[in-house]
């Protein structure tokens, strides 16, 4: 099968770029041949994947129709793969596509829409979901086109349910997948009864998005209650907005000695953070993707997830941690069951270590093929 990847940048040095440079070759390894179509912002990795057609188009031939039709007419695919949906040159390559009354498979925004939904419900809480997501599904996907499109990979049973029920959208949820080097033992062997519970955040130090004043409050919940030397909680990574001077004071005012801040970790450093904790926190107001959180399954720590994140559901159902609500009580709640009951974690990070074994890149490109395979039956 020809596939064509319609992808925003193929710039080496971009992180998002590792997840695409593995389902090609995840792809290629199937046997596929697969082009790339990508604004050229960036150098090219041609060198990582030989086999690999590069199909890029100046940034000032990004809105041109003929210019795109010309280069998807150069591969001839028999189905295309759009990425990402929400910028002016994934829209105007689903255009092109129509036009040329070719298959393809959307990868959905799951994040764009559950920012939106997230602050249009803070501006207005009375605002009736079914009206405002279908304003914003209008606005950021081709509807009509969705009829003969599958969905892939980022999309929560949530959103895969709300497209079906009022879109008739049929979904395929696809497995994000793990790259071989998230995949470690060391901390299968779980917590001690004998010493404190260690929670762990790493990622962008965004106070809001991710929930981190959640932490905070539930850490001096937990504090009151008088568990403060029963668990410890580090935040690493990147500030954002003077985070870690405002996280500071809290610490400060609040006596909170069982929370610490540490400095972005990268590489052998992120797995020694990783190697001594127990429990990786991540209950974001809307995320994503979530791969810290899938890198930490893959690491064998369990994980705190929030009801509100598309990930959450991943994190219920598998079994692999505790998806809680968006309250400090909520979040403290979910974090004693831990400080309770220490060998939960070591139960929900084995399941998570077996759940991201099973999900290898070559596994995420079979599905794909389904999908694939569905989307060209469809159109045909």
Sequence with gaps: MRILLVISSLAADRAEATEVKSTIQALL??????????VQNGPAYADQ???LTHLPVTYAERKSSPAIANRIGEFQPDVTHIVACWTPFHARVSTVLRRLKRPYVLEPCGHLIRVHLDHRFAEKPSTPLHSLGRRIYQTFYDIPMLKHAAQVRS???????DLH????????????GFNPEWLTAARLSGPEATRPVRFLFVGRVDIFQKGLDL????????NKQGLTSHFTVTFAGPEE????????????????????LHPPVYGEGKDKLFAASDVFLHPSRFEG??????????????????????????????????SAGLTAEE??????????????????????????????WLRVAAELESCYKSATTRAS
């Design 155 to 161: 999309l929560s049973a949530f959103e895969a349910h």
């Design 241 to 260: 907005n003077h985070a870690f001077e405002r996280i500071g004071r809290i610490i400060r005012r609040e006596g909170l000695t069982n929370v610490s």
């Design 289 to 322: 993707i979530a791969k810290l959180a899938r890198e930490a399954s893959g690491a064998g720590l369990a994980v705190l997830a929030s009801d509100d994140s598309n990930y959450g559901d991943w994190v219920h159902d598998n079994r692999i941690g505790i």
């Design 165 to 176: 029920t009022r879109f008739g959208v049929d979904s395929q949820i696809i497995s994000w």
């Design 215 to 222: 932490i905070l409050q539930a850490a001096i919940l937990l």
């Design 29 to 38: 390894e199937c046997g596929h041949e697969v082009g790339a179509l990508y």
């Design 49 to 51: 994947h030989p086999r």
């Design 331 to 360: 979040q403290a709640a979910a974090m004693k069951q831990w400080i309770d009951h220490p060998p939960l974690a070591s139960e929900m990070g084995k399941r998570g270590f077996e759940y991201a074994k099973a999900w290898p």
